[in-house]
């Protein structure tokens, strides 16, 4: 069994421990399960309860039918609607986003399709930034207006101004409910000031009720920056990404108030998106190096993106650490973020054609969706990720032919440079 009790407290005397520290064990006591060093998979759909009325008072908190006594734990009862394994990881995700409380799903697409089923509804606006990954794109864009959701976009680019202009014309579209922003943007790395955002959710708001904000954090991870003290209410990570960190799993996560994720834990229950134990175990396996893995991508980062800029075939380095002073997005990066990241695009000299000489040349990086593994990996957003986005929609918001995103990871950096240089220099 499992036991918060030993771990509860994040405090050694009057010292706060770190997030880093926090990840090898809260929220478990080895001694209340068999001595074992790290817990165990709880790999079991159901839970035996002590008595009927156990059952019954779990079943009430569970669905709703009564409010939760002072330091009533919620009791296990069906693993789609609570497990050790998640309840444990969600503890230690809490922790990495600054939350009050954090939940699981079996995807990226899972928590954000969730959380906004529980949010909005026909007749509805969503006010979102552009762009946002493929199938957010799919989603916001195809899908939820089959459920009479209009979504209203703005572009990252774009700044304040784009933020206010786009929000006039949702404010007359209908009552919104929500305003999901992805920050940085995938591919272009584009900024969403969370401040303004803000400003603008409590313009929107109606009967005393103000837009929930949903920041998608997936592209800087827990590390680099926590949408939460930025004026976000929910921040959404694909944790298939950094957080698991080794492309060997798929999972998400909605962080927030312990409030404002029950309707979502509701659905969650209804719907089944949660992850299942074994995921559950292999992201706490993750947690323990996750600052180590981040902070030796975003440093290898930084020298393949400095060797990019200098290249002669080449035409546009997207990288956030290279923003020029006085630019806006600047302010908004030294204000919203502790670093630059790994993942970042470059336009090569030419279209199409020369960005997939150079994806089909690599050899130590591998042509491959996904981001924020070990491994580095490159792609093409446009015929790739995003390629469901119309043509015009892609020329709007910079996601050009040759446009290539990639994903550094944790190799030694000289040989990623070497394996870009060979490739790069095969134009010309």
Request: glycine share 10%; charged share 20%; hydrophobic share 40%.
């Amino acid at each position: 069994m499992t036991e918060k009790g030993k771990w509860r407290s994040r405090m050694l005397g009057r010292r706060p421990l770190s997030p880093e520290t926090l990840m090898m064990g809260y929220g478990y006591d080895p001694f209340l399960s068999e001595r074992s060093l790290k817990p165990p998979v709880f790999r079991t759909s159901t839970f035996v309860f002590r008595s009927a009325q156990d059952g019954k008072e779990f079943f009430e908190l569970a669905y709703g039918l009564r409010q939760k006594r002072p330091n009533e734990e919620p009791g296990l009862i069906y693993s789609r609607i609570n497990n050790p394994d998640l309840e444990m990881l969600e503890d230690r995700l809490a922790i990495w986003d600054a939350a009050e409380a954090s939940l699981v799903f079996a995807s990226g697409m899972a928590a954000i399709s969730t959380t906004l089923w529980a949010i909005v509804r026909p007749g509805d606006v969503l006010f979102h930034s552009d762009p946002v990954y493929g199938g957010t794109d799919f989603l916001l864009k195809r899908i939820l207006p089959q459920f009479g959701v209009t979504p209203i976009g703005f572009a990252a680019e774009g700044g304040t101004a784009a933020q206010a202009e786009a929000a006039a014309r949702a404010r007359s579209a209908g009552p919104v409910a929500a305003i999901y922003v992805e920050t940085p943007a995938n591919p272009t790395n584009g900024l969403v000031d969370l401040a303004e955002t803000r400003r603008i959710a409590d313009t929107l708001g109606q009967g005393g009720r103000r837009p929930v904000i949903i920041a998608d954090n997936t592209m800087l991870g827990p590390l680099f920056q926590t949408p939460l003290s930025l004026g976000a209410d929910l921040v959404i990570t694909s944790l298939t990404k950094y957080v698991g960190g080794h492309s060997d799993l798929i999972a998400g996560s909605c962080s927030g108030s312990r409030q404002i994720l029950e309707s979502i834990r509701g659905m969650r229950t209804i719907l089944g998106t949660m992850c299942g134990p074994e995921t559950g175990w292999l992201l706490m396996r993750s947690l323990e190096t996750l600052k180590l893995r981040m902070t030796a991508a975003a440093d290898n980062a930084r020298r393949v993106a400095e060797f990019l800029r200098r290249h002669q075939q080449v035409k546009s380095v997207w990288y956030l650490g290279f923003l020029p002073d006085g630019d806006p997005d600047r302010q908004v990066f030294e204000r919203q973020c502790t670093g630059a990241g790994s993942t970042f695009g470059f336009e090569v000299k030419g279209g199409e054609t020369e960005a997939f000489a150079v994806l089909d040349r690599l050899e130590v990086i591998k042509l491959a969706v996904s981001l924020g593994g070990t491994e580095s990996l490159a792609s093409h957003p446009a015929a790739m990720t995003h390629s469901d986005v119309a043509p015009e929609e892609k020329q709007r918001l910079g996601i050009s032919p040759a446009l290539i995103r990639l994903s550094v990871g944790i190799e030694n950096a000289d040989d990623l440079i070497a394996d870009l240089d060979q490739a790069l220099s095969a134009l010309g």
